[in-house]
């Protein structure tokens, strides 16, 4: 795929490179029948596999094929290889706002026009249950007419993944971007979150800043959870007051997106985009699966040796990493931690079968526990009965980048002391030899 000029499953020709990701490289091709360009977006079955991605790759992919909207990005097909995942969408030519931005503020009308656009993308979603959770200027992509393009749905979220609340419960997103119900872990309305990063996308448009930042991050989410920022000076009157309701701290009375549409400000010049007919979709669900097919098939890295419960790792993101960084246990913010003592969070680079042999190892040495795998949790299970009931404690592995894990230690039931007895004279020593020591990340030990 790196060679100029390869010719993709006869249809298209590929050329140079566009850009890269943690786990995708995009380049540009030209569809050999109809002359159109395209980018295509490659995926690594093994890598897919070994950080769990798969599920989000088809969510992406399904969400792709219900939005099609003249400032999103369009998407033609899935394809796939022994090796590889191809997307073939849309070739957005503009780049990135957040290239335009980052060269400082931008004219009131400009600013005007990509949130028009933006906003009209995002009231699209909605009306089809989809709620992106990731938006930020990185994420829209401006074509050569200078029009906004919506990008990058690997986070978002489909109606049906609400639950019995009716609420969201994934923590996700960029931390600048995020609303402060996501910040509680409460739940949250996945709408709602939405139009809360537009409305911070519109602020930066204006000042060409944040208005939360802060070099101390909890400090930033303090921020974020009370909605404290201030305007510059040349902020006029009707947009802060269209801001106030936007980034509005509660989500039951933040503006809707039907209001922030019948707006003054909003309204000034707005019209629809009149973008090109979009044919339905190539291909049908089929090419989804068919693409996906093969890949229980091959062997992850970094599994774990046990045939009947195989481990599957959870790969971090950005949100997660930032979150359990030392000082930075959002949920201080808002309540009280009532497990100290029964749970310890660590990092290393030992691959999770060394941390998986450790655990067995102190199993054994103690003689009266027994070691369970599933789902990239460890369970380490009492034989006997404690003072209340028997003694468990899981063990989950968490993916943060290759060769680099955290290990989160959680005590599920039995008593506190037996627990601590075990905890100080067996596994922690244990443990201890696996601990990665860079100051930051080394949290019990």
Same mark, same amino acid.
């Given at each position: 795929m790196?060679?100029?000029?390869?010719?993709?499953?006869?249809?298209?020709?590929?050329?140079?490179?566009?850009?890269?990701?943690?786990?995708?490289?995009?380049?540009?091709?030209? /569809?050999?029948?109809?002359?159109?360009?395209?980018?295509i977006k490659v995926f690594d079955k093994a890598m897919i596999m070994k950080v769990g991605l798969k599920e989000q790759i088809k969510r992406e992919i399904s969400v792709m094929r219900l939005v099609r909207h003249p400032n999103i990005v369009e998407f033609y097909e899935v394809m796939a290889s022994k090796t590889k995942i191809y997307f073939?969408?849309?070739?957005?030519?503009?780049?990135?706002?957040?290239?335009?931005?980052?060269?400082?503020?931008?004219?009131?009308?400009?600013?005007?026009?990509?949130?028009?656009?933006?906003i009209a993308a995002v009231d699209h979603c909605h009306r089809r249950g989809i709620y992106h959770r990731?938006?930020?200027?990185?994420?829209?992509?401006?074509?050569? /007419?200078?029009?906004?393009?919506?990008?990058?749905?690997?986070?978002?979220?489909?109606?049906?993944?609400?639950?019995?609340?009716?609420?969201?419960?994934?923590t996700c997103g960029t931390p600048a971007y995020v609303a402060p119900e996501i910040i509680r872990k409460?739940?949250?309305?996945?709408?709602?979150?939405?139009?809360?990063?537009?409305?911070?996308?519109?602020?930066?448009?204006?000042?060409?800043?944040?208005?939360?930042?802060?070099?101390?991050?909890?400090?930033?989410?303090?921020?974020?959870?009370?909605?404290?920022?201030?305007?510059?000076?040349?902020?006029?009157s009707d947009v802060k007051r269209?801001?106030?309701r936007i980034l509005d701290p509660d989500p039951k009375t933040r503006i809707t997106i039907n209001k922030i549409m019948q707006n003054s400000w909003f309204r000034k010049g707005y019209k629809q985009i009149e973008g090109p007919h979009l044919s339905p979709t190539h291909g049908d669900i089929s090419d989804v699966h068919n693409a996906f097919d093969d890949l229980s098939t091959l062997s992850s890295p970094m599994s774990v040796k046990d045939e009947q419960c195989p481990m599957?790792?959870?790969?971090?993101?950005?949100?997660?990493i930032i979150?359990?960084?030392?000082?930075?246990?959002?949920?201080?913010?808002?309540?009280?931690?009532?497990?100290?003592?029964?749970?310890?969070?660590?990092?290393?680079?030992?691959?999770?079968?060394?941390?998986?042999?450790?655990?067995?190892?102190?199993?054994?040495?103690?003689?009266?526990?027994?070691?369970m795998k599933q789902n990239g949790i460890v369970r380490v299970e009492g034989f006997e009965t404690g003072v209340s009931e028997q003694l468990t404690i899981d063990t989950e592995i968490f993916e943060v980048a290759s060769s680099f894990y955290i290990?989160?230690?959680?005590?599920?039931?039995g008593d506190t002391v037996e627990y601590t007895k075990f905890w100080n004279q067996y596994l922690k020593p244990s443990l201890s030899e696996i601990v990665w020591d860079s100051q930051g990340y080394e949290q019990y030990i």
């Open positions: 790196e060679n100029k000029g390869t010719i993709l499953m006869q249809k298209y020709e590929v050329g140079r490179m566009l850009g890269q990701g943690s786990f995708a490289k995009v380049y540009h091709a030209r /569809n050999l029948k109809t002359g159109q360009n395209v980018a073939a969408m849309e070739q957005v030519k503009g780049g990135e706002l957040f290239h335009k931005v980052s060269r400082g503020k931008l004219r009131e009308d400009m600013a005007r026009k990509y949130f028009q656009q933006l990731d938006l930020k200027p990185e994420n829209l992509l401006l074509d050569e /007419n200078g029009n906004l393009k919506v990008a990058d749905f690997g986070l978002s979220a489909l109606l049906e993944s609400k639950k019995k609340d009716d609420l969201l419960h994934t409460k739940g949250y309305d996945g709408a709602k979150a939405d139009i809360w990063s537009c409305g911070v996308i519109l602020f930066v448009l204006l000042a060409g800043f944040l208005p939360f930042n802060d070099r101390n991050l909890m400090e930033m989410y303090k921020k974020i959870a009370t909605a404290d920022f201030k305007f510059p000076q040349w902020f006029h269209l801001l106030y599957k790792l959870y790969c971090f993101n950005a949100f997660d979150s359990l960084s030392s000082g930075l246990d959002l949920s201080g913010l808002f309540e009280k931690d009532t497990s100290e003592g029964q749970h310890a969070r660590f990092a290393t680079n030992r691959p999770p079968s060394t941390i998986v042999s450790k655990l067995e190892e102190t199993a054994q040495l103690v003689g009266r526990f027994k070691v290990v989160e230690v959680n005590k599920i039931s």
